[in-house]
Antibody, heavy 120, light 110 residues
Framework: QVQLVQSGSELTEPGASLKISCKASGYTFTNHGVSWVRKAPGQGLEWMGWINTSTGKATYAQGFTGRSAFSLDTSVSTAYLQISGLKAEDTAVYYC?????????????WGQGTLVTVSS | QSVLTQPPSVSAAPGQKVTISCSGSSSNIGNNYVSWYQQLPGTAPKLLIY???KRPSGIPDRFSASKSGTSATLGITGLQTGDEADYYCGTWDSSLSGYVFGAGTSVSVL
């Protein structure tokens, strides 16, 4: 069965960097893109962008350019989200999700989420 | 502030029906397929509806959706306490060249 398993919670200080992993299983990793979605406390879902797992091309949503970076290791079917220069407002749960875009765009499988807490 | 507008909350008694609206524009809902997600408290979002009105395998037919022009609607019939969750609409926005979510609607079962 399709699964996306993310790395564990992170507690980090302002200004630091971190890298979250999203390991896929149950399907051919390079056949579907991976999106990243942020859920800040009290806020709704925000699409951060996506990475084409076949070409490695990353596309970032407005507001997530500059400090966010998506990457892949296709040898272990894993996508990564790196955030640098962390700020308190980056405190959120970050989800990876498998992208489907045969017709419309949608996300059919989601990781369990990674809680990132930025605090001094 | 999202480009897709949803009501903050809706509620109904067990067994009743609720509808959740999602209003957009020609750059998003009007020309792209809509999907809907359910997020139960403390869990990851789950796909409920894709391509405007299709249900993935395993999603009960109590959940249905439709679209007309630049608005979409999710309906939940036979409301259960287990349906208490946040519901999000989403679609591609051609002007933004990105995917957008509505702000979410909290469903309460009275």
């Amino acid at each position: 069965q399709v699964q996306l398993v993310q790395s564990g919670s992170e507690l980090t200080e302002p200004g630091a960097s971190l890298k979250i992993s999203c390991k896929a299983s149950g399907y051919t990793f390079t056949n579907h893109g991976v999106s990243w979605v942020r859920k800040a406390p009290g806020q709704g879902l925000e699409w951060m962008g996506w990475i084409n797992t076949s070409t490695g091309k990353a596309t970032y949503a407005q507001g997530f350019t500059g400090r966010s970076a998506f990457s892949l290791d296709t040898s272990v079917s894993t996508a990564y989200l790196q955030i640098s220069g962390l700020k308190a407002e980056d405190t959120a749960v970050y989800y990876c999700a498998r992208v489907r875009y045969n017709s419309g765009w949608y996300f059919d499988y989601w990781g369990q989420g990674t809680l990132v807490t930025v605090s001094s | 502030q999202s480009v897709l507008t949803q009501p903050p909350s809706v509620s109904a008694a067990p067994g009743q029906k609720v509808t959740i609206s999602c209003s957009g524009s020609s750059s998003n809902i009007g020309n792209n397929y809509v999907s809907w997600y359910q997020q139960l408290p403390g869990t990851a979002p789950k796909l409920l509806i894709y391509d405007d009105n299709k249900r993935p395998s395993g999603i009960p037919d109590r959940f249905s959706a439709s679209k007309s022009g630049t608005s979409a609607t999710l309906g939940i019939t036979g409301l259960q306490t287990g349906d208490e969750a946040d519901y999000y609409c989403g679609t591609w926005d051609s002007s933004l060249s990105g995917y957008v979510f509505g702000a979410g609607t909290s469903v309460s079962v009275l």
